[in-house]
C-alpha cells in the first residue's frame, strides 16, 4: 500500500503525517506536491493541517483549486481512501468530498491542546482498531474548527453512522453534535479537526492516533489481497 | 468597466461568533440600544464587461468561490461604470 502525503504552500503537519507512516508504522510513504496532476500508483492520500494559501478568504479554499485537487476528487469518488486532518478537514470540505464547513471557533481563540474524544463508528477503513465508543485522547490546534452543516445534512451524518469522532466533556469550538470528524457516506473519505499524527509515540506523552493510521494499513492491505 | 461591491454574510441560521463578541462590546461602551451587530465581508470587483453580463459574472464567480453556501449567503451592489 503506498501513500501520499499532499504539500501545499502553508501546509505545516506534513511531515507529522510522513514521519508517523515512514518512521512510527513503516510504511510506504511519499510527499506529493500540489503542483502535480495525478496520483496514479498511490492507495491512500493524506491531507495535513496548516494554513494552505494563507488559509485566505477561507480556510482550506484555495487549495480547492490547485493542480491535485481534481486528481483527489476523482480518487476519492474511485472508492480510495483520503484522509484529511485539521486544514486537511477544511479542505475536504471545501473541495465537497465532505458535507458541511468549519468555521471560526465560538471561543474566537485560537485552542491548542489535547483533548477527550469517543469512536462513535469504529467500522470505517480508519477506525477498524478502536473499540466502539472507547474514549480516546487527541491534541487539537485550530481557530476554524466549529463544524457546521444545515439540519438535514446533520441528522444524514447521524443516520448514515458518519460521526466517527466526537468531543467529550468539552467542545472546544462549538461544533454542531459535537463533531470532531465525519466520513463520506460511503466511508473512504475521513475528515477530522483533531491530529492522531501527533500522538503516535508513547515516547511523546500519547500514541491514541497510531491505531488510525494501523487501522488504514490493515484495511489497505485487506484491499490488495481481495484484488489478487 | 463596471465596479461591483459583494457582500457575504453567514445565513441566519449560523451562529456568528464575533458579530456577538461585538455586540458585548457596544454595551460595555453604554449603547444598550445597539441589539445586534453582523460581521460579513465585501469584495470591490472591477469587471469589464457589459451591464448585461456582469450580473452572469458576479454569480459564477460568487457562487464558485467567494461564498461558501453551507454558511453564507451574499448579495451585491452595482457600483458605478467607471
Known amino acids: 500500500m503506498k501513500i501520499a502525503v499532499v504539500v501545499f504552500p502553508g501546509s505545516n503537519c506534513d511531515v507529522d503525517l510522513y514521519e508517523a507512516l515512514h518512521t512510527v508504522c513503516h510504511a510506504d510513504v511519499e510527499y506529493v506536491s500540489h503542483k502535480q496532476k495525478n496520483l ?26 490547485s493542480n491535485i485537487m481534481p486528481a483527489i476528487v476523482e480518487f476519492a469518488n474511485e472508492g480510495k481512501f483520503v484522509f484529511g486532518t485539521c486544514n486537511g478537514f477544511q479542505i475536504l470540505t471545501e473541495a465537497g468530498l465532505l458535507p458541511g464547513a468549519l468555521k471560526k471557533n465560538n471561543s474566537l ?11 462513535t463508528n469504529n467500522q470505517t477503513p480508519f477506525t477498524t482498531q478502536y473499540k466502539m465508543g472507547e474514549h480516546i485522547n487527541l491534541p487539537i490546534a485550530h481557530a476554524d474548527g466549529s463544524y457546521y452543516a444545515e439540519k438535514e445534512v446533520l441528522e444524514e451524518l447521524e443516520k448514515n453512522g458518519q460521526v466517527v469522532f466526537r468531543y467529550m466533556n468539552e467542545n472546544p469550538n462549538g461544533s454542531l453534535n459535537d463533531i470532531a470528524g465525519i466520513t463520506n457516506k460511503k466511508g473512504n473519505v475521513l475528515g477530522m479537526m483533531p491530529h492522531p499524527e501527533r500522538a503516535v509515540e508513547a515516547l511523546l ?24 | 468597466m463596471i465596479n461591483v461591491r459583494i457582500f457575504v ?8 461568533p464575533q458579530g456577538e463578541t461585538i455586540t458585548e462590546a457596544i454595551h460595555s461602551l453604554g449603547h444598550d440600544e445597539v441589539k445586534q451587530v453582523h460581521v460579513g465581508k465585501f469584495f470591490d470587483v472591477q469587471v469589464d464587461s457589459s451591464n448585461k453580463t456582469v450580473e452572469k459574472t458576479i454569480a459564477e464567480i460568487s457562487e464558485q468561490l ?17
Do not use: H, Q, W
Open chain 2, 9 to 16: 454574510t453567514y445565513k441566519e441560521s449560523v451562529f456568528d
Open chain 1, 109 to 119: 481563540k485560537f485552542v491548542c491542546k489535547e483533548i477527550e474524544l469517543k469512536v
Open chain 2, 66 to 82: 467567494l461564498v461558501n453556501f453551507n454558511l453564507e449567503t451574499y448579495r451585491y451592489e452595482i457600483m458605478e461604470e467607471a
Open chain 1, 40 to 65: 496514479t500508483g498511490f492507495d491512500a492520500v493524506m491531507l495535513p493541517g496548516g494554513f494552505s494559501y494563507g488559509d485566505y478568504l477561507r480556510s482550506g479554499a484555495i487549495a480547492r483549486f
Open chain 1, 205 to 228: 506523552g500519547n500514541e491514541d492516533g497510531l491505531r488510525l493510521f494501523k487501522s488504514l494499513l490493515a484495511n489497505g492491505k485487506k484491499k490488495e489481497e481481495a484484488a489478487r
